[in-house]
């Protein structure tokens, strides 16, 4: 199934899950639009149909995934993605979550020496979550060989030494706090949380 940027940012709309006013991103950053993903994941219809579309883009784009062990994700934004994805292509889900501030693997999961792994996530701007979740992989031996986002809000600026495909790519506009118009006019921001 083929999706259109527009077609995405559509059923993000009538979702509620594209917010404007002025919010704290994960990064630090503050911007005047917020992707709230999770607004999108509770309708399972709807999230379906992305991550069908996301997964069409990873099979398009690798050629195939017969190699990959398994689908990876941050906690706590990209565990539907990941689970969704997981299913729809056929392939064991695992995830990444925080323990004393740094992401890491627990309740068993493992990582295959030599295995390869396709990471999912809701939202990217800067990647630091996907980066933590490819030096999991890497660090057990593993390899990351593709990264799977419903948006991509970097600008192209997010790099992970390997593919990247995404519903949305585009760049709002960010501000370093210092730096931040919203604030300078005193509107209170928001940290929805991912």
């Known amino acids: 199934m083929k999706m259109k940027t527009e077609q995405a940012l559509e059923i993000l709309r009538q979702t509620g899950a594209l917010l404007s006013g002025h919010f704290e991103l994960r990064s630090g950053l503050h911007s005047a639009e917020y992707f709230q993903c999770a607004l999108v994941l509770q309708h399972p219809d709807k999230a379906g149909l992305m991550c069908k579309a996301l997964a069409d883009k990873v099979l398009k784009g690798l050629g195939g995934i017969d190699g990959i062990k398994a689908v990876i994700a941050p906690a706590l934004g990209g565990l539907i993605v990941g689970h969704e994805l997981a299913r729809i292509l056929g392939k064991r889900f ?11 693997l627990r309740r068993g999961f493992k ?9 999912a996530e809701d939202v990217v701007t800067r990647g630091g979550r996907v980066q933590e979740t490819i030096d999991i992989i890497e660090k057990a031996g593993g390899k990351a060989v593709a990264v799977a986002v419903m948006v991509n809000r970097s600008g192209g600026k997010a790099s992970f030494g390997c593919p990247m495909y995404s519903l949305i790519e585009m760049e709002p506009v960010v501000y370093e706090p210092a730096k931040c118009p919203l604030c300078a ?3 209170p921001f928001a940290h929805p949380g991912s």
């Open 94 to 104: 695992i995830f990444a979550e925080k323990e004393n501030g740094k992401l890491v």
């Open 111 to 119: 990582i295959e020496a030599g295995g390869e792994y396709l990471v």
């Open 185 to 187: 006019s005193g509107e």
